[in-house]
């Protein structure tokens, strides 16, 4: 851990994706930081950029941390691994230099920053050298759940996060064995998480939902929806039925 | 659905806590709402009522709602779930009385509305009969994560959501077939859950956090923790160790 005169390392939800749902600490915080760094995919300001566009001062310093790669290649490939270390390990310099010199960085991440995030592969390559503060935020999920008023667990219901990168049977069995499910990176992914949900007799009672929170929302029931095109961060939510007095 | 003269249902979720982790959408709706409703313990100001203390306008009418019972009475007495029924109805009652006579009503609602809370008893009650806007805030899981500096889930990682009042066999069983988990409703299941930890190997890993994000705080491994005594809203977290670059 450095001397108190090196800069603390902020890292911020700014939840699903509108500007009025980050919260009041966030804020404050973003508008204190003299550096605002965030992630983007290479040649596009980024959602995070977009989402704090209000509430950031002109006066701080941005720092745009760009992905080598789209998020959608086989993650199984090496080189896709092997690229990405590098660019974690490339952004966590630049924001260790700015730390170095005092300066306090305020690292967004889009939904809560401990909650599958990117910011997590910063936060522990920067934990042991700087001071570091966690501000929670609304994840995607619950940006979801509020968008289709689709209450996600009841009483002792079990709530799965679910990837629907995973293979098929994975996605069945743990589908089987839960209350209420929540499946996140749809993306290309949607032909075989309908497959598994269907073999779990659970496609009637699962609710597809993207862009939650944002202008482009969209919200439907998932047997309704006809093709399998859907972006990354598009979601299915299979609501509980637990105790309800 | 009533005519756009009847008043407007908030769901607020108050996040974990701090006063400071409302959204900013959430303040603004809750100072804006001639009537603010909460739940508390008989007796008692109640947690909800004390977060919001900073927000609330002296104009607006406070409603609070008193549970009949505690939270730890055995779920499966009948007379707990008849208990409870009457008094969702009585509170659903009181909000609809204000809705139908043209006001918005706010209900505050800890951590996240549609997220194992108290609110969607009464959503579900009043759904059909007035508009109603949900307002998703930072789980009391979230503000565990954040509190401890744990993150909860990477990659691939399958997370799963389970109350602490489930049978140790049922327990023991899903800890066994996820990556990372967070164990909710502590209280008196300390034990119980512990042993299920240690039955599948996890107790190593396991965090044990009771009021994070609040002035008492705690946050310790489990296996440091010696006594078995624990409040309802503690929380156990295992976070997973999936993939990471």
């Not at 009041?24 to 950029?49: D, E």
């Not at 968008?147 to 629907?164: C, K, N």
Request: charged fraction near 20%; include cysteine; proline fraction near 7%.
């Amino acid at each position: 851990m450095n001397a108190p005169s090196t800069g603390r390392l902020y890292g911020l939800g700014l939840g699903p994706g509108d500007p009025e749902l980050l919260t009041v600490k966030a804020v404050r915080l973003i508008q204190a930081a003299p550096v605002v760094a965030y992630f983007a995919k290479a040649g596009r300001r980024g959602n995070a950029r977009k989402i704090v566009d209000r509430w950031l001062r002109p006066s701080c310093e941005e720092l745009p941390l760009y992905y080598p790669v789209t998020t959608e290649i086989p993650f199984d490939d090496p080189r896709y691994v092997a690229e990405l270390a590098a660019f974690y390990e490339l952004s966590a310099k630049s924001i260790a230099a700015r730390l170095s010199a005092g300066r306090d960085v305020a690292l967004l991440s889009e939904g809560d920053p401990l909650f599958y995030s990117s910011f997590m592969h910063l936060f522990m390559r920067l934990k042991e050298r700087f001071r570091v503060t966690i501000v929670p935020g609304v994840t995607g999920l619950s940006g979801c759940l509020a968008a289709a008023q689709a209450p996600v667990a009841w009483g002792d219901d079990i709530l799965a996060v679910v990837p629907g990168t995973l293979p098929i049977l994975a996605l069945e069995q743990q589908l089987r064995t839960c209350n209420a499910v929540a499946i996140m990176k749809i993306g290309r992914n949607l032909a075989k998480v309908r497959a598994a949900l269907a073999g779990a007799g659970l496609l009637e009672r699962a609710i597809y939902v993207e862009r939650a929170t944002m202008e482009e929302e969209i919200i439907t029931p998932l047997a309704q929806k006809i093709d399998d095109e859907a972006p990354y961060f598009a979601m299915i939510i299979v609501p509980g039925m637990g105790r309800r007095p």
